[in-house]
């Protein structure tokens, strides 16, 4: 089981890098398996980058929450 409130608060602390380079993200999903599904907004759809963020995101999640096994772009 994913503790979720400790998802959304890694979420809350990056979120104004994400704004600052003029896109956003929404959590579509956190299943109970481990699996966070991410939707990329704005700027953050089109990005190169955008493999790298995810890969950024979930390391930062997997370190900060164990139970989180793979982020997932929607």
Known sequence: MVDKKAVELVFKRIKPLFVEHKGDFQVK????????KVKLIGECQL???????????????????????????V
């Open 29 to 36: 999903e956190i299943t109970d398996d481990g699996i966070v």
């Open 47 to 73: 990005c190169v980058y955008k493999e790298k963020t995810r890969r950024a995101i979930e390391t930062m999640l997997k370190n900060e929450v164990p139970s989180v096994k793979k982020v997932e772009i």
